[in-house]
């Protein structure tokens, strides 16, 4: 078998003196989305992304926080990199610009620029803005242009390198790799830049000590955005890029403020090394709060775990990229975004995937159906079908998410409309009519395992389900896209397990527990300041919602007012309208108590009954759903759905009512 291309994707390395928000967590999940598109078209894909550790900020955000910067950093970049774990976009590769072989990497780099003559030694005096890391063109006393905030006066010895001579060598690059940046907009913005004439730039500081070091030439350290930018090629072999091939990357994935660092000095530093040059720079947009830019220093931010928590990884990921138009700026809203889980995902795919189960479940003995002969109203949404195959595909070739994402709900509504026009419901059981209901329910259950495949770089979690559920084996992404075409699914392929796809959620109860766990996570303190954070094990009980890890120290005498004591499932039963929680009756040894617990989408009632669980018995009773509750039963949250699992006592026979202390 030929060797599959390679294709080498990056996210831009994150700053350490924050945590993510979803603005971050958007050039994160597109990548994720890029990464998992293209495996599916048949390349050995590698995505990388990391952290920027170096600079002034850092030096500053570890002093107020009266530790050393390696260990502020250290504890910052687990933190990102825990997330990215945790939402299931981790990169293939996961660069620290304090990693030792990054460190030789810009060193190594330097050196060819400045043995071929590229580098020269000079001092330099400007105002600088921390923030942005780059010396901005503004008077003493003025704020930087780009982030509005005030401005330094610094003025150091330096390196410099030589970008007055790479105005030339980039037009002619540019015009040759007409799709070297896009989106078109900041294409043009980098050509009137460039066009109007480049200055040599500071690569180096005396300023800063928190650096990679040049060597020899101490006290320099490397200015951050040559040492940052250099992590793309650090990170696949760094001086040894040709032994991994993966070196030019296909696609530098950015936001659209640092176009310029990516479009414009990167590519300068590489032809100035001798280097190649990556094949693309793509500008993404802002994801927008309030008309700004969401950002920590504004205190408009949303972090993704409530988000994730309350509607699961796969509604944020479809959110993001069908809701903005890729490259533009996007408004981030909670009631957009329940409105879209509800409208697009529960209604929609979830509601097509059900329904064609529960068919297939009744008229088909549990296996997808035979085709009989074929009407034009099947032809036609086959035909649909095989156009939106070739339709998707190119969007997604363009990075056009949202439209791609619009064909593939198109198909959805039109194979609705389908079933309605043809309710295989109402058709007797004549032979006639039981071969056009195969026909019908194999013709939906086809669409469906299309859309199944093609939604699956966006709703990756969510498309394994359906993929279960159609009885197919591995997951959606052992698909070919390049083979895929209407007719794949076997007649014949039993059904495999059904699980809770996208609950429909009621809209204010959804944000209001979304907000109130935004509220929490902005309270946590830093996590270099206190020790990590317990994993304090969730309640499934009264709540649905897990409690989130929480750093806080108590007395001894504070966890004794809490009573819990072993208790005994005696009923459990489904609440009509409440598709999170199960109403319980528990056996606590003194008395036979109701709760109500969020578990409802993980555990049978029936499989419950006679089961030992851990209860506080002393919670003050409360309402949920009209249902009171009086207790609740102890879970650990697990994964990034907070799935409840039951605590328990599997070893011992413990008597009902033993206290747990
Ligand atoms: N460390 C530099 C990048 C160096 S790459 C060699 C940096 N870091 S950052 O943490 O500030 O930003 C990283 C990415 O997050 C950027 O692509 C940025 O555009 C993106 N976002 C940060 N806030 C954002 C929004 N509100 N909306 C969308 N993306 C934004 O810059």
Redesign the pocket.
């Known amino acids: 078998m030929p060797a599959k291309p390679k294709y080498y994707l990056t996210t831009?390395?994150?700053?350490t003196n924050g945590l993510p928000h979803i603005?971050?967590t958007?050039?994160t999940i597109v990548c994720d989305t890029i990464r998992r598109y293209k495996r599916m078209r048949g390349y050995d894909v590698v995505m990388t992304t990391g952290t920027?550790e170096h600079g002034v900020n850092v030096e500053r955000s570890a002093k107020k926080a009266g530790v050393p910067e390696s260990e502020f950093v250290a504890k910052m970049a687990a933190e990102w990199r825990a997330l990215w774990d945790e939402l299931g976009v981790q990169g293939d590769e996961f660069i620290r610009t304090t990693d030792l072989k990054h460190a030789h990497t810009v060193q190594w780099l330097f050196k060819q620029c400045r043995d071929n003559g590229f580098v020269y030694p000079g001092h330099y005096t400007g105002q600088y803005c921390i923030y942005d890391n780059a010396y901005v063109d503004v008077k003493p006393g003025e704020n930087c242009p780009d982030c509005g905030r005030p401005t330094e006066t610094v003025t150091e010895a330096n390196f410099y390198f030589k970008l007055s001579a790479f105005q030339k060598p980039l037009l002619d690059w540019y015009a040759k790799h007409p799709n070297f940046i896009q989106p078109e907009a900041r294409r043009n913005e980098v050509l009137s830049f460039v066009e109007g004439g480049l200055r040599d730039l500071s690569i180096t500081r005396t300023s800063v000590r928190w650096g990679i070091p040049v060597p020899g030439e101490e006290p320099h350290v490397f200015y951050v955005w040559f040492d940052?930018?250099t992590?793309y090629l650090s990170a696949v072999g760094g001086p040894q890029y040709e032994k991994t091939g993966y070196w030019p990357a296909d696609v530098h994935l950015?936001?659209k403020?640092?176009i310029r660092f990516h479009a414009v000095y990167w590519p300068a530093f590489l032809m100035a090394a001798g280097l190649p040059l990556p094949k693309q720079v793509w500008a993404?947009g802002?994801?927008l709060m309030d008309s700004a830019?969401?950002?920590k220093s504004l205190g408009n931010v949303v972090r993704p775990r409530p988000i994730v928590h309350v509607l699961g990884m796969d509604a944020l990921r479809y959110y993001l990229l069908r809701e903005t138009v890729f490259g533009q700026d996007g408004n981030f809203s909670y009631d957009a975004l329940v409105q879209r889980y509800n409208s697009d995902l529960a209604n929609g795919l979830g509601n097509l995937a059900s329904r064609t189960a529960a068919m297939i479940e009744k008229n088909s003995g549990g296996k997808i159906p035979k085709p009989g002969d074929l009407q034009p109203q099947d032809t036609a949404l086959a035909a649909k079908a095989q156009e939106t195959i070739g339709e998707v595909l190119e969007q997604y070739d363009k990075l056009g998410f949202s439209l791609a994402l619009e064909e593939l709900w198109s198909l959805i509504a039109a194979t609705d409309k389908y079933l309605t026009t043809e309710h295989p419901w109402s058709l007797g059981e004549t032979d006639a009519d039981q071969k056009r209901r195969a026909t019908i329910l194999w013709t939906t259950a086809e669409v469906l395992w299309i859309v199944t495949v093609l939604t699956h770089p966006v709703l990756p979690e969510s498309t394994a389900k359906v993929w279960t559920l159609l009885g197919q084996t591995g997951q959606p992404s052992s698909v070919a896209l390049d083979g895929l075409r209407w007719g794949q699914l076997a007649p014949g392929t039993p059904l495999g397990k059904s699980q809770a796809l996208f609950p429909r959620i009621e809209k204010a109860e959804a944000i209001e527990r979304m907000e109130a766990m935004e509220k929490e996570e902005q309270k946590q303190p830093s996590p270099v300041t206190t020790p990590a954070p317990a994993s304090a094990p969730a309640v499934g009980g009264a709540a649905t919602a897990a409690a989130p890890a929480t750093a806080e120290k108590i007395g001894i005498e504070d966890f004794a007012k809490v009573e819990m004591r072993v208790g005994q499932i005696k009923t459990a039963e489904r609440i009509v309208g409440a598709d999170k929680l199960l109403k319980l009756t528990v056996d606590i040894g003194t008395e036979i108590r109701q709760i109500c617990a969020g578990i409802a989408q993980y555990y049978e009632p029936e499989k419950l009954i006679g089961r030992k669980v851990a209860v506080v018995v002393n919670l003050a009773p409360r309402k949920l759903r009209g249902v009171e509750s009086n207790g609740m039963i102890v879970a650990a949250s697990v994964g990034p759905e907070g799935r409840p699992v039951l605590a328990g006592f599997p070893d011992e026979d413990v008597e009902i009512g033993a206290r747990l202390k």
Do not use: R
């Not at 831009?12 to 700053?15: R, V």
């Open positions: 831009p390395i994150y700053y603005g971050h958007y050039s920027d940052a930018l992590a950015v936001g403020e640092i993404h802002w994801l830019k969401m950002s």
